[in-house]
């Protein structure tokens, strides 16, 4: 069964920082693209970031230059450093996996979601 649990949430100050993680199983983690995802509410869950198998990465225009994502095969692991963090950053953030890297993009044929980690910005 596939599961993934999300952690490193919390409240932050306007321009601080928080990394998150997302630790996977029930898959081959390695053969998997990943991706972060965040629900604000009243609004679609979007993609925020996404990494390759082999390393490479994209991102939301809405945080490129601000969020790293990364991942830890030996660890079954992805994270997301998110820097310098705005108020519209404040979300519930998800990760989720496919072997597809247009599944990852898309966001939408998941079977199944982790319970996400809250992130809130606020002064």
């Known amino acids: 069964q596939v599961q993934f649990v999300e952690s490193g949430g919390g409240l932050v100050r306007p321009g601080g920082s928080l990394r998150l993680s997302c630790a996977a199983s029930g898959i081959i983690f390695s053969i998997y693209h990943m991706g972060w995802y965040r629900q604000a509410p009243g609004k679609q869950r979007e993609l925020v970031a996404a990494i390759t198998t082999d390393g490479s990465t994209n991102y939301a225009d809405s945080v490129k230059g601000r969020f790293t994502i990364s991942r830890d095969n030996a660890k079954n692991t992805v994270y997301l450093q998110m820097n310098s963090l705005k108020p519209e950053d404040t979300a519930v953030y998800y990760c989720?996996?496919?072997?597809?890297?247009?599944?990852?993009?898309?966001?939408?044929?998941?079977?199944?979601w982790g319970q996400g980690t809250q992130v809130t910005v606020s002064s």
């Open positions: 989720n996996a496919d072997r597809r890297l247009l599944a990852v993009v898309a966001g939408t044929d998941f079977a199944s």
